[in-house]
């Protein structure tokens, strides 16, 4: 497994950006596929986007499609979320999460490591 950390959430106001990283440590994430996930209070936790070790391949839930956009930068061993025009629905704890298998994917059962999860607070 490897350890990730996540990093760059706060308090927004509704339509401002936020930039979430994700950094992993342990072992190099050039070859593992990766994702995030968010959890509003309440509520399962929920597939938000992928990208593929070489960032080839990327895939959005719908409800983020336009907003969002997943970067990786594997000579940082980081992953990005640059999350714009945000609704206050969007609040929740995001998760970063890796697997070794290198392709992207939307099964959170595909991932084994995750990290402890950065809150994101949007205001009306």
Same mark, same amino acid.
């Given at each position: 497994?490897?350890?990730?950390?996540?990093?760059?959430?706060?308090?927004?106001?509704?339509?401002?950006?936020?930039?979430?990283?994700?950094?992993?440590?342990?072992?190099?994430?050039?070859?593992?596929?990766?994702?995030?996930?968010?959890?509003?209070?309440?509520?399962?936790?929920?597939?938000?986007?992928?990208?593929?070790?070489?960032?080839?391949?990327?895939?959005?839930? =719908?409800?983020?499609?336009?907003?969002?956009?997943?970067?990786? =930068?594997?000579?940082?061993?980081?992953?990005?979320?640059?999350?714009?025009?945000?609704?206050?629905?969007?609040?929740?704890?995001?998760?970063?999460?890796?697997?070794?298998?290198?392709?992207?994917?939307?099964?959170?059962?595909?991932? =084994?490591?995750?990290?402890?999860?950065?809150?994101?607070?949007?205001?009306?």
């Amino acid at each position: 497994q490897v350890h990730l950390v996540e990093s760059g959430g706060g308090l927004v106001q509704a339509g401002g950006s936020l930039r979430l990283s994700c950094a992993a440590s342990g072992r190099l994430i050039s070859s593992y596929g990766m994702a995030w996930f968010r959890q509003a209070l309440g509520k399962e936790r929920e597939f938000v986007a992928t990208i593929s070790w070489s960032a080839d391949n990327t895939f959005y839930a =719908d409800f983020v499609k336009g907003r969002f956009t997943i970067s990786r =930068d594997n000579a940082k061993n980081t992953m990005y979320l640059h999350m714009s025009s945000l609704r206050p629905e969007d609040t929740a704890i995001y998760y970063c999460a890796a697997h070794p298998g290198g392709w992207s994917s939307a099964a959170r059962d595909q991932y =084994d490591s995750w990290g402890q999860g950065t809150q994101v607070t949007v205001s009306s």
